[in-house]
């Protein structure tokens, strides 16, 4: 899950640059052709993972993939508004709907811990928002929209991951996503970079891989509800990146709300990896003795 984090971030530095001369589906075009680039690659080179491609999920890759090019394209669209603590903040209402939405799509068991750790998570990002009438501006409203959508993609992925590899995942994600984002685009589009602006693009397409094949893994390895509130340390980081780069204002309030965001996260991790070891041994109880008599 760090590799996504970090991914994320290197993203939003990168749209924010090539947004000096792209439009914001023309930088998710770049991002999807040249994540189609690598993908295609290795299935050429390899046959394992050609071998992995084929999904008899089809409508639902189609419908992960149009949701989540709609909210990348609203997530985009804020950073160019808003600083990007408070974009990335306001996108962890995410969290909250993915696990309403885990129950009835996934089945899986909601804990009071794992409750927990939402809770604190928002609680920290409303310490961070400290919610007024500034926050309440049309940009914002994106973003929570944008939120939606990503939650329905999060749980779809998890999906997905029950019978697809990651490779296939990501593939069909690129080679899905191109050609509706081409469809905003102006055809000539790459001939508007510079040069300097290279590098973003490379940034933007090899993080855009990055973080959905680390999500994935994380799905793979745990449930949605335990995966998804670690994406809360996105937050601090973020926040730290906007003061660094852009000189946008950081105070107590990010680091007052990233120490709740974490301190959920910590006490979730404690409590699951309690439960996964079982229920502690009694070492006064007497041990029952076997049915069979012991060996002479």
């Known amino acids: 899950m760090s590799g996504a984090l970090l991914a994320f971030s290197a993203m939003a530095v990168s749209v924010r640059v090539l947004a000096e001369t792209l439009s914001v589906m023309e930088i998710l075009a770049a991002r999807a052709g040249l994540g189609l680039v690598v993908m295609a690659t290795l299935a050429a080179l390899r046959a394992d993972l050609r071998s992995t491609v084929f999904s008899r999920h089809l409508p639902l890759h189609v419908f992960r993939n149009t949701v989540h090019l709609g909210a990348q394209y609203l997530w985009a669209k804020s950073l160019l508004l808003l600083p990007l603590a408070t974009v990335f903040a306001l ?21 009071a811990s794992r409750i927990g750790a939402v809770v604190l ?3 920290g990002v409303l310490v961070i928002l400290r919610p007024g ?21 999060l749980i779809t992925t998890k999906k997905l991951t029950r019978t697809d ?5 990501i593939f ?15 055809p000539l589009f790459v001939t508007k970079l510079t040069l ?23 799905f793979r390895a745990g449930d949605a509800s335990v ?9 601090p980081l973020i926040a730290v990146v906007g003061w660094w780069m852009y000189g946008e204002s950081l105070d107590v309030f990010v680091f007052t709300g990233a120490g709740l965001i974490i301190t959920g996260i910590l006490s979730n991790l404690r409590s699951e990896a309690a439960r996964a070891l079982g229920p502690p041994i009694d070492m006064e109880k007497p041990v029952a003795k076997a049915a069979h008599p012991d060996p002479p």
């Open 172 to 186: 069909w994600m690129n080679l899905i996503q191109l050609p509706l984002a081409l469809l905003g685009s102006h």
């Open 196 to 218: 300097g602006q290279l590098p973003a693009v490379v940034a933007v397409g090899i993080s855009g891989l990055a973080s959905h094949y680390c999500l994935a893994n994380a």
């Open 133 to 153: 009438l500034q926050t309440f501006q049309p940009a914002a409203l994106l973003v929570l929209l944008a939120a939606l959508g990503f939650a329905i993609a």
């Open 91 to 111: 996108e962890f209402t995410a969290p909250a709907w993915a696990l309403l939405l885990a129950l009835p799509v996934l089945g899986e068991r909601m804990t």
């Open 165 to 169: 590899t990651n490779f296939a995942i």
């Open 227 to 235: 995966v998804v509130p670690l994406d809360f340390l996105r937050i």
């Open 121 to 123: 998570g928002l609680m």
